[in-house]
């Protein structure tokens, strides 16, 4: 998906189902959201690689859910994400983040607390380094490998609830949950 590939105009749900691929980039503006009424659903499954660049989902506001099953490798770059509502990711084998993967590139007073993200079944998260996720409603992991927490990775200045369940964690560094 090169960039402006879909743009999803006013009062809009737009769809998007990728499955059984190879290999799937979403480059730098790619997805866009002309207004604040504009939903996005992009639901990911089967695929051994994933790759998310920096403001794929372009947007000022807006109402955006991603769902990623059933693949080998996905890759998020910083500030991905202008706007999301939703994240859901199962049965991943290896989750690579940057800083700011899951920040919303929007000012904090537009930042959404209401954010969820479960993520299960995940095999290997090298590193969760600083400011990967935002201000949150619920955050969970359940099943999951992680090997590395970094200082000040759940940066958010409101989170709700942040859940390890049947997960290991290898290495929790100083005010990884400031």
Do not use: W, Y
Request: proline letters at 6%.
């Amino acid at each position: 998906f090169k960039r402006g590939a879909i743009r999803i105009s006013e009062d809009r749900k737009f769809s998007i189902n990728i499955k059984n691929v190879k290999f799937t980039q979403m480059d730098d503006k790619s997805l866009t959201l002309i207004s604040p009424s504009s939903r996005l659903q992009l639901f990911i499954e089967k695929v051994n690689e994933l790759n998310l660049k920096r403001r794929f989902v372009s947007a000022k506001a807006g109402n955006v859910k991603l769902s990623i099953d059933l693949v080998d490798t996905v890759s998020v770059e910083g500030r991905a994400f202008d706007v999301l509502d939703r994240i859901s990711m199962k049965s991943v084998n290896t989750l690579k983040l940057e800083q700011l993967s899951f920040k919303p590139n929007v000012s904090p007073p537009l930042q959404q607390p209401q954010f969820i993200a479960e993520f299960t079944n995940i095999h290997d998260i090298p590193s969760m380094p600083p400011d990967s996720f935002p201000s949150a409603a619920r955050i969970s992991f359940t099943s999951c490998n992680i090997s590395d927490i970094e200082t000040n990775a759940f940066s958010g200045n409101q989170m709700s609830n942040l859940t390890f369940k049947n997960s290991s964690l290898d290495r929790i560094h100083t005010h990884a949950f400031p």
